[in-house]
């Protein structure tokens, strides 16, 4: 974290990321709560419905603890933008599915653990340590979940298949970062990534285990 001895310092753009954060984690435990009413409502396996309730705790663990980096780092006035209309999300139990956990938890576990490699920040690490072990079992429950679903479902094939490339395209801004300045040994002690990792990350984990795992199922794009 910067020269050995030395506290980092905190900028407020590593309080604005993790103020980020802390809202993202808590609307993902909102958005699951939503996947397992309707996972129940499909028919899914009770061991999967079972993962999904464990998510949302997760998500709101996330959350917590994601606030409690932000008030260490000097953060603890630091508005989190959180509505409650941002909660609803739209769709379908598929179209949440392969948005949110095929796609989504697939990027997120690259990506936290790239983070976790470069944080060294004593209030930062155990919470990417912990966040990192979560995420795998959440995407998992992704493909785990768009199985049965298709299993139950077969028609559905052909309307995640049409969907796909809307559904990435929301991550267009992964894809093709605005530039932004350089980031500091510290923030990257704090858990940061500059635009350039996301792009790289993004690019390589649809390349090499994302879109492999729809072709899998007879989806692709391109």
């Known amino acids: ?11 407020g753009r590593v309080r604005q990321e993790w103020a980020r954060r802390v809202a993202a984690e808590y609307g993902s435990a909102g958005i699951t709560a939503q ?6 409502q499909a028919g899914l ?22 606030h409690q980096v932000l008030v260490a780092l000097g ?3 630091a508005p989190v933008a ?15 599915l392969v ?33 990192l072990e979560d995420e795998a079992v959440h995407r998992a429950f992704g493909w785990d979940a768009l199985d049965a679903l298709l299993e139950l479902a077969p028609t559905l094939r052909e309307h995640v298949g049409i969907a796909l490339p809307g559904h ?6 992964y894809a093709n970062p605005p530039s932004a300045p ?5 923030e990257r002690a704090c858990g940061l990534l500059d635009n350039a990792e996301y792009a790289e990350l993004y690019h390589s984990t649809w390349t090499l285990d994302i879109a492999p795992r729809f072709a899998r199922r007879g989806m692709a794009i391109g």
């Open 1 to 11: 974290m910067g020269d050995e001895g030395r506290a980092a310092e905190v900028t």
């Open 75 to 77: 953060g603890a006035e």
């Open 168 to 173: 990435l395209a929301t991550f267009a801004g």
């Open 82 to 96: 959180l509505q409650a209309d941002e909660l609803a999300i739209g769709g379908t139990l598929p179209d949440v």
């Open 45 to 66: 396996p009770p061991e999967l419905l079972y993962t999904a309730t464990r998510i949302v705790r997760d998500e709101l663990d996330h959350a917590r603890l994601s």
């Open 35 to 40: 996947v397992l009413t309707w996972s129940v």
């Open 182 to 186: 350089a980031l500091t040994d510290d």
């Open 99 to 131: 948005r949110n956990f095929c796609l989504g938890e697939s990027f997120a576990v690259p990506t936290f653990e790239r983070m976790r490699r470069r944080a060294t920040h004593p209030a930062v690490r155990p919470v990417l340590d912990r966040i």
